[in-house]
């Protein structure tokens, strides 16, 4: 098989038992064209696979690390391996740049062992100039497939073997959500869980409605279930995971909200934490913060992009809310919940964008008083509204805007955080840092902090005194 384009209509749409059946007879198959390399090569091959992209790209990476677990391949941190797999990402142009560059490099790894296979997938593959491109200029490339058709890797990996030729499956949508697959976790205690695929949003200037599709949310159960079984696994905390998870239920059969949906998580014995991203201004409900507010289990953490302090701007990005209506919101958030730590997502120089609205920016980042704040510059992205509008803006304005954006986003972030200073804290022990014997917890409030401590405290909670504040982490000692 060569070009393969597919479209829904002509996909062939399976239960989901028997699709998951359908991958497992391929990872079966796969184990077998393993075993024969094994014995002719004397080793066992290794695999490399790089994330790019958000937190849903990570969830997507396990399943794909999974499946080549288990056929039998070993992970490699390095390129210099037998198989690449890189899960890219589209967001902004940096994210594309990055995969073209890599893709340099590996163009050499492979001439110098042409058995190497390459496989691209994700966000970027679901753009047609971008899969031309690759079929153009990179033919080096084996398989690239993208992000509707994720649960049949086992099935295009073997394909892909079998094929002399480059080969291509991208699908334009689905409605099907295969859940039966096996997965490599990052952490053994902690895990993403999606709630919902896909965005019906449309802002102006981004990519991922086009890239993702649709909104689906899965059904309350099968996320109940999923939390469940990684419970019994060993997971503490949770991050539910969608692009605007208080839309979420809304086009189920039986139509749940997410606070609803949080209240059935919160009883789930033996989970301590849930967290969850992201929330749209637009959508966040009274019922929620309710909710969030009761909760033992949820922690004290919201990130509620902005993107742009100026009600103009906002209009334009398509984002249906205003300055007001937002700053009205974190009122009545911190009321509510008065310990919460906000996060934030920032635009600097969308198309039109003046000084004036520039200024309206510096000011709710004033008043917000966020614990951290995402600064990007705008990219244009084609396809997308914002990139056809003609008052694109200049690149000198635009970075001394955004210079300006982070400085001050960066002394509010140190005086907001530093409020925990001498607090002793609750936090769940992630990693040693670099630094041997340091270790690094997270508190409810998604701040870092580094601490002495032991390897037996990986994945437990501790509590530890936060004593100095570095903007953006702490450094402490363990408390009594
Ligand atoms: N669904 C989430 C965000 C997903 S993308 C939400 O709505 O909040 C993550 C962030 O990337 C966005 O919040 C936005 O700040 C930024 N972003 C998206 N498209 C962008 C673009 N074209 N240029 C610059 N930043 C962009
Ligand atoms: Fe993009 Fe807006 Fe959807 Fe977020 S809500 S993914 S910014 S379209
Ligand atoms: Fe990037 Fe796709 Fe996430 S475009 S930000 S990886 S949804």
Redesign the pocket.
């Known amino acids: 098989m060569s070009h393969n384009c597919k479209d829904t209509e002509e996909t062939v749409v399976r239960s989901e038992q028997e699709e998951s059946l359908r991958q497992r007879s391929f990872i079966a198959m796969n184990q077998q064209l393993l075993q024969a390399k094994v014995q002719s090569g004397g080793r066992t091959p290794r695999y490399c696979l790089k994330t790019f992209g ?1 937190q849903m790209n990570e969830k997507q990476s396990e399943v794909v690390a999974g499946i080549m677990d288990e056929i039998g391949y070993i992970r490699t941190d390095k390129e210099e391996a037998d198989i690449v797999i890189y899960n890219t990402c589209t ?2 142009e940096n994210a594309n740049l990055k995969v073209y560059g890599r893709l340099g490099y590996l163009h050499n790894l492979k001439k110098q062992n042409p058995s190497m296979k390459i496989i691209l997938f994700g966000c970027m593959m679901q753009e047609k100039q971008v899969v031309e491109k690759i079929r153009k200029d990179y033919k080096f490339v084996d398989l690239v497939f993208g992000t509707h058709n994720i649960f049949t890797f086992a099935e295009l990996f073997y394909q892909m073997q079998q094929a002399d030729t480059q080969m291509i499956e991208i699908w334009d949508g689905t409605d099907q959500v295969v859940e039966d697959l096996p997965s490599e976790r990052n952490y053994s205690f902690k895990s993403g869980v999606n709630v919902m695929f896909g ?1 019906n949003n449309f ?1 102006s ?2 990519i ?1 409605p086009y890239v993702r599709g649709r909104e689906r949310s899965r059904k309350p159960e099968a996320i109940i279930n999923e939390i469940k079984k990684l419970v019994a696994d060993g997971v503490v905390e949770v991050m539910l995971l969608g ?2 998870v208080n839309s979420y239920g809304k086009t189920l059969e039986n139509p749940v909200t997410f606070a609803e949906l949080l209240t059935m998580v919160e009883k789930i014995d033996g989970l301590k934490r849930i967290r969850f991203m ?1 929330s ?1 201004p637009k959508d966040l409900s009274d019922e929620l913060i309710q909710v969030m507010a009761q909760s033992k289990k949820i922690c004290h953490h919201l990130h509620l ?1 902005l ?1 742009s302090g100026s009600s103009r701007v906002l209009k334009e990005m398509n984002r249906r809310y205003d300055k007001e209506k937002y700053l009205e919101l974190v009122k009545k958030i911190r009321q509510a919940i008065p310990d919460i730590s906000l996060t934030t ?1 920032l ?1 600097v120089g969308f198309p039109g964008e003046t000084e004036e609205d520039f200024l309206e920016t510096l000011d709710v980042v004033r008043q917000a008083d966020y614990d951290t704040a995402f600064t ?4 244009r ?1 084609s396809g997308t509204p914002a990139a056809a509008k003609e008052d694109q803006i200049p690149e000198d304005v635009v970075k001394d805007r955004f210079d300006r954006l982070l400085a001050l986003v960066q002394e509010k972030g140190r005086q907001v955080s530093s409020r925990f200073t001498g607090t002793v804290q609750e936090v769940l022990v992630e990693e040693e840092s670099k630094e041997k014997g340091i270790f690094t917890g997270r508190t409810q409030y998604n701040l870092l902090v580094h601490f002495p401590g032991n390897e037996e405290m990986l994945g437990t909670f501790v509590n530890v005194k936060l004593e100095t504040c570095k903007g953006f982490y702490y450094l402490g000692t363990l408390a009594e």
């Open positions: 958000c967001v902004r965005c802002c200037y981004c991922v692009q605007n992201t749209h992009p993107q997502d635009i990007f510059i705008y990219s992205r």
